[in-house]
């Protein structure tokens, strides 16, 4: 059997008859729960990586020695826990420019708002490249308000070379665009 209609009260107080319905904003916050769900999953886990890593890593600003002496190794030689801070972007890029990058960061999350149709916001695909994306935006942006730097602590090396300190955000980023981009050589062009 049916539910009855649900009576509703308008400001002047007179019932209004209507089949229960869920306000628009919670419809639009549904349909982009997958984006949603993997922003702050990606966010509370760079959160509290980084946490814990300043918790129990002393930072290292210019270490004299590679690694730093109070660096976890989890694998000798090649994978260690330290922790660094990056003024910078990715490797290092804009070294010194926290603040500009802080404001750029804003500006990234809000044009994604802005112009989330035209990049296809509503696909699942699409949902889980900018889930992972603005998890690691909002990651690193909490932190150059909060430290004026990047907390950075993933450390590998292959051979002699040292690839560049990351993050759980970082790699959120990394792989949210990679995932993007793989969607948007992929997808046909409309007509096709």
Not at 38 to 47: C, I, M, R
Request: charged share 15%.
């Amino acid at each position: 059997m049916p539910s009855p209609p649900v009576e509703l009260e308008t400001p002047d107080s007179t019932p209004v008859s209507s089949p229960a319905q869920t306000p628009p904003w919670t419809a639009r916050l549904r349909a982009y729960r997958r984006l949603w769900s993997l922003a702050l999953g990606v966010f509370a886990l760079d959160q509290l990586t980084k946490a814990w890593i300043v918790s129990r890593i002393q930072f290292t600003d210019a270490p004299v020695s590679w690694p730093p002496p109070d660096a976890i190794t989890v694998i000798d030689g090649f994978f260690h826990l330290v922790h660094v801070g990056n003024t910078g972007a990715a490797w290092s890029l804009f070294e010194g420019k926290s603040t500009i990058l802080a404001l750029l960061a804003g500006i990234t999350l809000a044009a994604i708002f802005i112009w989330r149709r035209h990049l296809g916001l509503k696909e699942p695909r699409v949902q889980l490249a900018f889930g992972l994306l603005c998890g690691g935006i909002v990651g690193n942006f909490v932190d150059r308000l909060r430290y004026n730097h990047v907390v950075d602590f993933l450390d590998f090396h292959f051979g002699t070379y040292i690839y560049p300190t990351f993050n759980v955000a970082d790699a959120g980023i990394c792989i949210g665009v990679l995932l993007y981009l793989y969607h948007s050589f992929r997808e046909p062009a409309p007509g096709e």
